[in-house]
Structures are given as C-alpha cells and as structure tokens.
Antibody
Framework: QVQLVQSGAEVRRPGASVKVSCKAS????????IHWVRQAPGQGLEWMGL????????TYAQSFQGRVTMTRDTSTNTVYMDLNRLTTEDTAAYYC?????????????WGQGALVTVSS | QPALTQPASVSGSPGQSVTISCTGT?????????VSWYQHHPGKAPKLIVY???KRPSGVSDRFSGSTSGSTASLTISGLQADDEAHYSC????????????FGGGTMLTVL
C-alpha cells in the first residue's frame, strides 16, 4: 500500500534551519509529484511547494522563495524539505503529500506530519 | 490570511446534513474545476474526500458530495455520523503563470 513516512519532531532556535524527510513506498516513486504543506497551530493548511521526483524540478510558493529547498533521492525514494532562517512563525506541522495519477490536482496520500517547533 | 474563505465552524445532529462553503476568486475556484476537500482528524494525516470539485475517490462514502457555483465550492455531508466530527479544508489549484495551490482556513465540524 502507498505510504509516506516522515521524520520525527524537531526543535530549533530562531535563525536555524530544519530538514524534514518523507520516505515513499508502495508505488513508483518517480510517477507522482510530492508536495509540502504545513499547518501552524490554530491555522489552516498552507501550500509550500512541490518537487517532481522524476527530474528533481521544483516549484515553491512565493512566500517561501529563497528560504526553502526541496530535493529528492531516487535511490532511497525519499524527498526532503529544507527550511532555513527559521522564526517562531515557522512552528507548524509539516506534511508531505502525493499528487498525480487519477486524482490529478488533488493530494491522495499524506505523510503523518512532522512537528517543527521554533523557540528560543 | 487564507486565500480561500471557509466558515470557522459548523455543526449538526446525527442524521442531518451540513454544507461547508469555500469561497475563492476568479483566479482559483472560479477559474478551475480543480477544488479538493480534505477531512482532518487531530493527530492524523488529512484524507482526500472530494477531488475535481465533485468527484469522490474510491472508498469514500457517498454521504460526502461536492459542488461549485462561480467562485464558491461547497462540501455537503449527509446522514451525519459521530466520526464525521473533524476539520474540513478546501483546496484549489490557482496556477496561472506557474503551479500553485491555495487552501482555505479550515472548518471544524461538530456533531452534536
């Protein structure tokens, strides 16, 4: 079955960076895009960007441009999201989500989320 | 501020129907029939329940239905059950010059 398994919770100081991983299994890794979505406490979901595991091409939301990097490793079927210059506003649950196939523009499988806490 | 506007909360009694609205603009909901809805229980991953505005993924109950009118999408849940109590979020494709997705702020459904 399709699974997206994310790395665990992280605590960072303001100004630091964090790297969250998302390991895919149960499907052909290069056939589906992986997106990153976050949810801050008490807030709605926020789209951060996507990576195409086939060729590594990325698109980032404007609000994260210059601060986020999404990469993939086809040898381990893993996608990474690196966010730098963290502030307390980046405290959130970070989700990876799969898109493509018959559900086209929707996210049909999600990781379990990785809580990132930014605190001094 | 979320790009799509949803009511913060709705409620209904078991067996009743509720409708959650999702209002966007003519560059997202009004421009593409690419609205999706997600059910989100606390501590769990979001679950896709409607895609392309009106379609249901396999395995999703037909008590969930989606519709659109202009720049507003709606999710209707009929025959409310206790397990329906969750957050519901809408999402729309909004890519004009480059790929982009936008979400609503989410709606908490309480089953009374």
């Amino acid at each position: 079955q399709v699974q997206l398994v994310q790395s665990g919770a992280e605590v960072r100081r303001p100004g630091a960076s964090v790297k969250v991983s998302c390991k895919a299994s149960g499907y052909t890794f290069t056939s589906f895009y992986i997106h990153w979505v976050r949810q801050a406490p008490g807030q709605g979901l926020e789209w951060m960007g996507l990576v195409n595991p086939y060729d590594g091409v990325t698109t980032y939301a404007q609000s994260f441009q210059g601060r986020v990097t999404m990469t993939r490793d086809t040898s381990t079927n893993t996608v990474y999201m690196d966010l730098n210059r963290l502030t307390t506003e980046d405290t959130a649950a970070y989700y990876c989500a799969r898109r493509g196939g018959e559900y086209s523009y929707a996210f049909d499988h999600w990781g379990q989320g990785a809580l990132v806490t930014v605190s001094s | 501020q979320p790009a799509l506007t949803q009511p913060a909360s709705v409620s209904g009694s078991p067996g009743q129907s509720v409708t959650i609205s999702c209002t966007g603009t003519n560059i997202d909901v009004g421009n593409f029939d690419l609205v999706s809805w997600y059910q989100h229980h606390p501590g769990k991953a979001p679950k896709l329940i409607v895609y392309e505005a009106t379609k249901r993924p396999s395995g999703v109950s037909d008590r969930f239905s989606g519709s659109t009118s202009g720049s507003t999408a709606s999710l209707t849940i009929s025959g409310l059950q206790a397990d329906d109590e969750a957050h519901y979020s809408c999402c729309s494709y909004a890519g004009i010059t480059s790929p982009k997705w936008v979400f609503g702020g989410g709606t908490m459904l309480t089953v009374l």
